[in-house]
């Protein structure tokens, strides 16, 4: 199966000495990934390839007591505060002042980040459009704070884009299999985190086109805390 090229760090945040740590309230991940056969004619001649399109939605619930065993109340955190994110191969680091949305008042705090790419409509690629790949929440008060993390990604022979966070895991270790991720979210060097536990279910089937044989993919985890 094709596979985005992606870089581990897992766990790294959570074993760094110095940080304060507490975990998150309710966190579920829901991820999909499924390959599909697409075929075409190039120079007269029919021609298939594998397509692997993914989708992800994360969210996490952070109570209000958390946020203040962490010194992370919306008081704390400011415009030049940095935020990192990481989960299985999925790893976002950027700041406030780098959100494409931030507004804070001392009691409330809204920060949003959404990464882009350019992507081929034709083979040439002599036509392009902007997709929306990932969006980044954080949202907090006094009472608590949400983090949401969503959005999606492909493969093909034209495009490779968008993140994958436990899929290709899934992939990897085979259906039925047990993961335990540990999930960070990081500001200013403050940590909370939650371990996602969830079975992975993956299916596979061979389909043969002009004499050529593919092995398609189609995994799933719904991973909680």
């Given amino acids: 199966m094709n596979q985005l090229a992606s870089k581990r760090i897992a766990t790294l945040l959570s074993m760094m000495l110095g940080l304060s740590s507490v975990s998150a309230n309710a966190a579920v991940l829901t991820e999909s990934l499924k390959d599909k056969l697409k075929c075409g004619k190039v120079d007269g001649e029919k021609v298939c390839s594998i397509e692997t399109r993914g989708q992800y939605n994360l969210v996490a619930k952070i109570s209000g007591q958390d946020l203040q065993n962490a010194e992370l109340t919306p008081a704390q955190i400011n415009e030049e505060?940095?935020?990192?994110?990481?989960?299985?191969?999925?790893?976002?680091?950027?700041?406030?002042?780098?959100?494409?949305?931030?507004?804070?008042?001392?009691?409330?705090?809204?920060s949003r980040w959404t990464e882009t790419t350019e992507r081929c409509i034709d083979a040439e690629c002599n036509k392009i459009k902007l997709v929306r790949h990932a969006t980044i929440q954080f949202?907090?008060?006094?009472?608590?704070?949400?983090?949401?993390?969503?959005?999606?990604?492909?493969?093909?022979?034209?495009?490779?884009?968008?993140?994958?966070?436990?899929?290709?895991?899934?992939?990897?270790?085979?259906?039925?299999?047990?993961?335990?991720?540990?999930?960070?979210?990081?500001?200013?060097?403050?940590?909370?985190?939650?371990?996602?536990?969830?079975?992975?279910?993956?299916k596979t089937k061979s389909v043969t086109k002009n004499g050529e044989t593919f092995e398609l993919w189609n995994s799933r985890i719904t991973a909680k805390d």
């Fill in 139 to 202: 949202n907090a008060n006094n009472k608590g704070a949400v983090l949401k993390v969503f959005g999606s990604s492909l493969n093909n022979d034209n495009d490779s884009y968008g993140y994958r966070i436990l899929s290709d895991l899934c992939d990897q270790q085979g259906d039925g299999t047990e993961l335990n991720e540990t999930a960070t979210l990081t500001i200013d060097g403050k940590e909370i985190s939650a371990t996602f536990t969830g079975i992975c279910k993956v």
């Fill in 81 to 110: 505060s940095t935020i990192e994110i990481a989960l299985g191969d999925f790893v976002f680091s950027s700041s406030m002042a780098n959100a494409d949305r931030f507004s804070a008042n001392g009691s409330k705090l809204v």
